[in-house]
């Protein structure tokens, strides 16, 4: 069992950054891809980006390319998503989520993970 637990969320101004970090429980953090999606009201989640386990492969959606920066720190069982450029159409409860190591599943969809944290709001003005 994995629990996944985010923070860093908050409001912020069209044109600003935040992030946004998701720790861990567990000894085998190393061995999941871990991913970000995004939830917005009346709207299904959707894709943010991932990073495979050593952190040396990432994949983003079109939507934040260029302006998010996912991360993870194997050593304290982190990952980040760094945000900028921010947007108003980016504010969404973000979740972290964890996929085990099997099956050669795709990133992108939500049914490929298998941990989910609570998520984080983020909300950006205009």
């Known amino acids: 069992q994995v629990q996944l637990v985010e923070s860093g969320g908050g409001l912020v101004q069209a044109g600003g950054s935040l992030s946004v970090s998701c720790a861990a429980s567990?000894?085998?953090?190393?061995?999941?891809?871990m991913g970000w999606f995004r939830q917005a009201p009346g709207k299904e989640r959707e894709f943010v980006a991932a990073?495979?386990?050593?952190?040396?492969?990432?994949y983003y959606a079109d939507s934040v390319k260029g302006r998010f920066t996912i991360s993870r720190d194997n050593a304290k069982n982190t990952v980040h998503l760094q945000m900028s450029s921010l947007k108003p159409e980016d504010t969404a409860v973000y979740y972290c989520?964890?996929?085990?190591?099997?099956?050669?599943?795709?990133?992108?969809?939500?049914?490929?993970?298998?941990?989910w944290g609570q998520g984080t709001q983020v909300t950006v003005s205009s």
């Open positions: 989520a964890a996929q085990l190591p099997w099956g050669g599943r795709q990133w992108s969809p939500s049914s490929s993970y298998d941990y």
């Open positions: 567990g000894r085998t953090f190393s061995s999941y891809v």
């Open positions: 990073i495979n386990r050593s952190g040396t492969n990432t």
